[in-house]
């Protein structure tokens, strides 16, 4: 009962990430809101393992947790490695 | 060597606690996974003092956690609260603040607490200095006080 | 004593319920990207941490147990790292905090 | 929709998608699917399209007039796919033609004839272990394909400059190197459980292939070359396929069927734990070198152009 709770609580929170992806404004706060929406992920796989039973998905989890903060880190690097040709709209929109 | 050591040992751990079949089938795997990962990451030159800290390892390690778990929970609220009444409860500001640290470890602890505390970000970290972002101005004078820089230089010694 | 442990869980994981969500209205409320990124750090470090708690305590003794603790271990690791990259990315980026009074001493 | 033209931001709905589909795997409890989602759709697909657009650049060129046919092709596709959903079975009925199939005897028979608790496994690399194969050989034709269109011609000395840049990043540095050790266990420890929980080669290569290309971008290609040499991951590419390809080879020796490893032991049940294991290694050899090889071939290629230009 308590987790279902949570797990709606997490799901709004994921809504919000999308919303807050969808409205930008700059680049960076669309990938501060992928990495919301991936962190939220990993707790709610970890809540509905527990609703499931099936604890045997927390491997799922923390995969999530790995491949989220990975993503970061690659997303930072592109801008990096594009130099001016790519970086060109950042800070204002994109 | 000792950091060798330590490497595998975390990754022995690593692979029990994550496995759950103790056999013998299974063990030679982990062990022969975990050497590997220990050669390959020799080759890649990751294994050091700044990845396996065992010199930070003491008594005032868990002491300092203990202390960053309170700020932690006292920041949570004051953010919380922000949040809840809105725009004009924040007044972003950002500055420099000095560290003490003398090792590159010791910044990265610096700099990662700042950024867990939620209401300060570091944003860039140099030798002698911090950029932290603070969301009211409260809460940089408080890092500004410099406790928490303090307490991170004293892990170092 | 089974019953404590089940209102202690359903606290912490009601709590943190709480402070993801206002985490996350933090995100869609606050004015620019380096103020949502402090309300972004309300969900990625008490919340995680009370949610991963309470999952702890309904979960009991046993190897789950490790694993929760290691997915929160590598959440507190993982998460400030990337808020830092990412924030030293966008002022790199010439993306200007508001109320920055740092007199951009910056290079 | 506008902003689709910023390609950028098309990977990272992708991302998106990604994770959100393995959450509906997860709520319709397949484990495994979603973990191959988690380390595929959500991993290293969008890593490696973001590598794809450091060559060819972040927006979409300029196109004055919609395209109708795509389009009537597209919506007609769709419809098409609509159409089909509501043809099918609702969700868990009994008589859905995948559970009158043969999955009812893969349920009743496979723990006496495989023997292993993840029966997911047991389907992919015993009774359809040709179709596995087959993947296996995708992945490969592809990594030649790539390697051949992109490593071609004699290799260029490496750049220092990403270096440089993640030197001065101590936070990254620091944390990179706690993590990348655990990284690439835990590839290895999803390798070897295959059996037992959700996991097996693919996902296990792209992980242990994610802990090596997060060394790359933290500390640079010259590097991570100089760590997993092109030779070698040449090399590892095709000899996973031939441990694949040998096990089948030798049930034949051994008087059985390609790829029924039942006679591989004394005991069938051993034998098909044995070429399970064998032929999971082969994939997961295979996936990972094949993902380090795609990235390194990108990201040395965007470094060329870039001299190019200079």
């Given at each position: 009962m308590i987790l279902t709770v949570v797990a709606l609580a997490l799901i709004v929170v994921m809504a919000m990430a999308i919303a807050r992806a969808f409205l930008g404004p700059t680049i960076y706060d669309r990938i501060l809101a992928v990495n919301l929406f991936g962190t939220k992920t990993v707790l709610l796989i970890a809540v509905v393992s527990y609703i499931a039973g099936r604890p045997d998905f927390l491997d799922v989890a923390l995969i999530y947790a790995l491949i989220n903060f990975i993503s970061v880190i690659a997303v930072l690097r592109f801008f990096e490695y594009g130099s001016s040709k790519v970086n060109d709209k950042v800070g204002k929109d994109a | 060597m000792k950091h060798t050591v330590s490497v595998f040992l975390l990754l022995a751990s690593f692979w029990l606690?994550?496995?759950?079949?103790?056999?013998?089938?299974?063990?030679?795997?982990?062990?022969?996974?975990a050497i590997f990962v220990v050669y390959l990451t020799h080759r890649m030159d990751v294994v050091d003092h700044e990845s396996h800290?065992?010199?930070?390892?003491?008594?005032?390690?868990?002491?300092?956690?203990?202390?960053?778990?309170?700020?932690?929970?006292?920041?949570?609220?004051?953010?919380?609260?922000?949040?809840?009444?809105?725009?004009?409860?924040?007044?972003?500001?950002?500055?420099?603040?000095?560290?003490?640290?003398?090792?590159?470890?010791g910044r990265v602890i610096y700099a990662n607490s700042i950024t867990l505390t939620p209401g300060t970000v570091a944003m860039d970290l140099e030798d002698d200095r911090v950029y932290v972002h603070a969301l009211s101005r409260e809460g940089l004078d408080d890092l500004r006080a410099g406790e928490m820089d303090r307490r991170v230089s004293n892990l170092e010694r | 004593?089974?019953?404590?442990?089940?209102?202690?869980?359903?606290?912490?994981?009601?709590?943190?319920?709480?402070?993801?969500?206002?985490?996350?209205?933090?995100?869609?409320?606050?004015?620019?990207?380096?103020?949502?990124?402090?309300?972004?750090?309300?969900?990625?470090?008490?919340?995680?941490?009370?949610?991963?708690?309470?999952?702890?305590?309904?979960?009991?003794?046993?190897?789950?147990?490790?694993?929760?603790?290691?997915?929160?271990?590598?959440?507190?690791?993982?998460?400030?790292?990337?808020?830092?990259?990412?924030?030293?990315?966008?002022?790199?980026?010439g993306l200007r905090p508001l109320g920055d009074d740092s007199n951009n001493e910056r290079h | 929709m506008v902003r689709a033209r910023d390609l950028f931001a098309t990977v990272m709905l992708s991302g998106i998608?990604?994770?959100?589909?393995?959450?509906?795997?997860?709520?319709?409890?397949?484990?495994?699917?979603?973990?191959?989602e988690a380390a595929v759709g959500a991993g290293i697909f969008p890593l490696l399209m973001l590598t794809v657009l450091t060559s060819v650049g972040r927006y979409e060129a300029e196109?004055?007039?919609?395209?109708?046919?795509?389009?009537?092709?597209?919506?007609?596709?769709?419809?098409?796919?609509?159409?089909?959903?509501?043809?099918?079975?609702?969700?868990?009925?009994?008589?859905?033609?995948?559970?009158?199939?043969?999955?009812?005897?893969?349920?009743?028979?496979?723990?006496?004839?495989?023997?292993?608790?993840?029966?997911?496994?047991?389907?992919?690399?015993?009774?359809?272990?040709?179709?596995?194969?087959?993947?296996?050989?995708?992945?490969?034709?592809?990594?030649v394909g790539v390697v051949v269109i992109l490593l071609g011609g004699r290799p260029k000395t490496p750049q220092q400059s990403t270096q440089a840049l993640m030197a001065e990043h101590k936070v990254l540095r620091v944390v990179g190197k706690m993590l990348i050790p655990l990284i690439l266990l835990f590839g290895l420890y999803v390798q070897f459980h295959g059996e037992y929980g959700p996991g097996?080669?693919?996902?296990?290569?792209?992980?242990?292939?994610?802990?090596?290309?997060?060394?790359?971008?933290?500390?640079?290609?010259?590097?991570?070359?100089?760590?997993?040499?092109?030779?070698?991951?040449?090399?590892?590419?095709?000899?996973?396929?031939?441990?694949?390809?040998?096990?089948?080879?030798?049930?034949?020796?051994?008087?059985?069927?390609?790829?029924?490893?039942?006679?591989?032991?004394s005991d069938p049940v051993t034998g098909q734990h044995i070429g399970i294991i064998l032929i999971e290694l082969g994939v997961g050899i295979t996936v990972a070198s094949a993902m380090v090889l795609i990235f390194f071939a990108f990201t040395r290629a965007t470094r060329s152009r870039d001299e190019l230009e200079e």
């Open positions: - | 606690i994550n496995s759950g079949y103790y056999k013998p089938l299974l063990l030679s795997f982990g062990l022969v996974s800290p065992l010199h930070l390892f003491n008594l005032k390690l868990p002491s300092y956690y203990l202390w960053l778990v309170g700020q932690l929970i006292v920041s949570n609220i004051d953010v919380v609260k922000r949040v809840w009444s809105g725009k004009g409860s924040i007044s972003p500001c950002t500055a420099w603040l000095p560290l003490s640290q003398t090792s590159d470890i | 004593m089974p019953e404590l442990i089940t209102l202690l869980s359903s606290l912490c994981l009601l709590l943190g319920a709480f402070l993801i969500f206002s985490g996350g209205l933090g995100v869609l409320r606050f004015p620019d990207f380096f103020t949502r990124m402090h309300a972004a750090g309300v969900t990625e470090t008490m919340a995680v941490t009370l949610i991963v708690l309470g999952l702890m305590l309904h979960s009991g003794w046993g190897l789950p147990l490790f694993k929760l603790l290691l997915i929160l271990l590598f959440v507190m690791i993982t998460g400030p790292t990337a808020s830092h990259a990412l924030a030293k990315s966008a002022l790199h980026g | 998608y990604g994770l959100l589909s393995a959450s509906f795997f997860i709520l319709m409890d397949a484990a495994d699917v979603a973990f191959t196109r004055r007039r919609v395209r109708y046919l795509p389009l009537f092709v597209m919506v007609v596709l769709a419809g098409a796919l609509f159409a089909a959903v509501l043809q099918m079975p609702p969700f868990g009925a009994v008589d859905a033609p995948s559970h009158g199939h043969v999955a009812q005897r893969y349920i009743q028979d496979s723990p006496a004839e495989i023997g292993i608790p993840n029966m997911v496994t047991s389907v992919l690399a015993s009774y359809r272990g040709f179709d596995t194969l087959g993947e296996v050989v995708v992945i490969f034709t592809a990594a097996g080669g693919f996902q296990a290569g792209v992980i242990f292939a994610v802990g090596i290309i997060l060394y790359a971008m933290l500390f640079g290609l010259s590097n991570a070359q100089r760590v997993v040499p092109l030779g070698v991951l040449r090399w590892l590419v095709a000899l996973g396929v031939l441990i694949y390809g040998s096990v089948g080879l030798a049930n034949l020796v051994v008087g059985g069927e390609y790829l029924n490893y039942s006679m591989l032991a």
